[in-house]
């Protein structure tokens, strides 16, 4: 009988701290870890990713990446995120750049520091200092289907699929 006693109190407390954290859930309409940084943005850390497109406001895609010469441009604008600097390879150069998460899916970068090589070929469509400079207005990230996307205040969007090494 102790036994039973003891199990019924246990999932009493359970329950009890199962609804608190529905309560605490929706109350504040996010779940966030100890840094207050959007649950959902965990999932873009600790992968690499490669733009694959850059779409202005008037729907133009004005860079696609499946239309480069892979053999120069096989790695080229990739991104990866740790807790407060975003880094990758522009083209040609590595950089990296500072970013802050806000509320909801706000996210700001500042201003990238990138290695100073010199670059022979520069990619159709977008320069690495085009890049450099949408990246700093950048407003908002979306993640949806495996598809990270970073929209600009003026209505470009930046669209990145997980980055495939092979």
Request: hydrophobic content about 40%.
């Amino acid at each position: 009988m102790k036994i039973s006693s003891v199990l019924k109190n246990a999932v009493a407390a359970a329950v009890v701290c199962g609804s608190l954290f529905v309560a605490a859930c929706a109350t504040t309409g996010k779940v966030s870890n100890e840094s207050n940084e959007p649950q959902y943005f965990s999932f873009v850390k600790g992968k690499v990713w490669q733009l694959v497109k850059v779409v202005d406001p008037s729907g133009t895609v004005t860079f696609d990446s499946s239309k480069l010469d892979k053999t120069k441009f096989g790695d080229v604008y990739t991104m990866q995120f740790n807790d407060s600097i975003a880094s990758g390879k522009a083209a040609p150069n590595r950089y990296s750049a500072p970013y802050a998460l806000g509320e909801g899916n706000a996210i700001s970068f500042k201003q990238a520091a990138s290695t100073l090589m010199f670059g022979i070929f520069t990619p159709d469509g977008l320069s690495e200092t085009e890049f450099f400079s949408l990246l700093t207005d950048v407003s908002r990230w979306d993640l949806k289907d495996n598809i990270f996307s970073l929209h600009t205040s003026n209505g470009n969007v930046l669209i990145f699929n997980e980055f495939d090494y092979r």
